[in-house]
């Protein structure tokens, strides 16, 4: 599959790559409906690529992959994904291993590939719980 340029006026113009992890994981998982359109090209980080997407209400997701770990969303305005990136990111806690699951209770939770996982709830805010 080619590549696909996407434009918004709220994003600009950006290519998602339509061969890659990322293209098939933004549209296995709803594509623009839910995650928006792109707000970057692909980033390499380190062995990784990520590209982020913003909704039209503000919300903002990087979609992670890795030839090891594979493709992995996280909520990049949210609590999870601000610890993890104080924490020292991929550096410390390596790569997500899951996507980020928001919970029947409200909690959120994601995996990483250094074996920690972190978890939101309203009331604790994130704990290391792994």
Not at 37 to 42: C, G, I, L, Q, S
Not at 54 to 81: F, Q, V
């Amino acid at each position: 599959m080619q590549n696909r340029i996407y434009w918004s006026a709220n994003t600009g113009t950006h290519v998602v790559k339509g061969n890659g992890g990322i293209y098939t994981k933004w549209q296995a998982q709803g594509g623009e409906d839910r995650f928006g359109y792109p707000v970057t090209d692909e980033i390499s980080e380190s062995g990784a690529v990520v590209q982020y997407f913003r909704t039209s209400g503000g919300r903002e997701y990087g979609i992670w992959w890795h030839p090891t770990y594979g493709t992995h969303t996280m909520n990049s305005k949210g609590a999870l994904y601000n610890f993890w990136f104080k924490a020292g990111n991929y550096r410390t806690l390596g790569y997500p291993t899951s996507d980020e699951t928001t919970h029947a209770d409200g909690s959120a939770t994601i995996s990483f590939s250094s074996g920690a996982q972190l978890k939101w709830t309203a009331n604790g805010g994130v704990q290391r719980i792994r």
